[in-house]
């Protein structure tokens, strides 16, 4: 399937899945659908050829590679022509100063270090918001032909390679840990940060199905949103790690808080995410430094 014809399929089925937000339309949505895409296509060109080219950020595990910047700078580029009046958050370069403008957040590769190491969980993540209301989102994993899209009030979806049509995405209904397969991740700085996140994962361990750690924190979600996993949480993470994924699992009839179950999930640093049958369980175990000083009473 060629970029333009995923951006308009993806396009197409928001269009029918519901009323899309006023401050999204095909002038605008569908070039952001191509310009992520683009950059799939874009890692897809460098993957296993990257030669010595990778850097190292706040740890020897935090990489970033000529495809995290060249793929920022292509769909920067896209979202200046389309939206000029628009901030943008993107992971690498691009960091325009906080206002009530609407706002898009970009995590150009997500899952750098599967992408270095040639493991195909990785993926470009998009999404706009209106302050902190989500309005539409895109994660594409090109190494898996995977494309997810959500708008706010027209559903959550997924595009194919190979699939003619779009399919509309539903979180799973699992209620019982007992039943789920949850997955999570851990911080790069994992001996310098309080709460690494090992301990919540041996809260889980012995009483679910399955324990899953990907790599892509948006993969995660989108995952989520689709009924393959169950649930996810991280701690430590950034707003254009979850910005779209968070989307994607509310489109999708799902449930998304910090640790304590309020809304501080897209600059809190913290993210639970499940079906509602599900999520108060996994909050009950989950500690983070904002819930285990809520639970001690300090």
């Known amino acids: 399937m060629s970029v333009d014809a995923v951006a308009r399929a993806a396009w197409s089925a928001l269009e029918a899945g519901g009323s899309v937000p006023d401050e999204v339309d095909a002038a605008l949505g569908v070039p952001a659908i191509d310009a992520v895409v683009r950059a799939g296509e874009l890692h897809l060109r460098l993957l296993g050829r990257l030669g010595g080219a990778v850097e190292t950020k706040s740890?020897?595990?935090d990489l970033v590679t000529e495809a995290d910047v060249e793929a920022e700078r292509l769909v920067v580029e896209a979202l200046r022509a389309a939206a000029p009046s628009h901030a943008i958050e993107a992971e690498e370069e691009t960091v325009d100063a906080r206002d009530d403008r609407p706002r898009w957040f970009l995590d150009p590769l997500d899952g750098t270090v599967?992408?270095?190491h040639e493991l195909p969980l990785f993926a470009v993540s998009l999404a706009l918001y209106?302050?902190?209301r989500p309005l539409f989102g895109v994660v594409h994993a090109p190494r898996l032909g995977e494309t997810f899209v959500a708008a706010a009030g027209a559903g959550a979806w997924l595009v194919e390679t190979g699939v003619d049509r779009p399919r509309r995405l539903r979180v799973s209904p699992t209620s019982e840990l007992a039943d789920a397969i949850l997955a999570t991740g851990f911080p790069?700085?994992?001996?310098?940060?309080?709460?690494s996140n090992l301990e919540n994962f041996q809260r889980f361990f012995h009483d679910v199905r399955g324990l899953r750690r990907?790599?892509?924190?948006?993969l995660d979600l989108a995952y989520v949103a689709a009924g393959r996993?169950?649930?996810f949480w991280e701690l430590h993470?950034?707003?254009y790690d979850v910005a779209?994924?968070?989307?994607l699992v509310q489109e999708a009839g799902g449930e998304v808080t910090d640790a304590l179950g309020g809304d501080d999930w897209l600059r809190g640093g913290e993210i639970v995410a499940a079906g509602a049958g599900l999520i108060e369980d996994m909050r009950g175990r989950i500690v983070s430094r904002g819930s285990s000083a809520a639970r001690d009473g300090s």
């Open 59 to 61: 740890s020897r595990r």
């Open 237 to 239: 993470l950034s707003p």
């Open 188 to 195: 790069y700085l994992r001996g310098e940060v309080e709460h």
């Open 130 to 132: 209106r302050g902190r």
């Open 229 to 231: 996993l169950d649930g």
């Open 214 to 218: 990907m790599g892509s924190a948006a």
């Open 244 to 247: 779209a994924g968070a989307l």
């Open 114 to 116: 599967n992408f270095v």
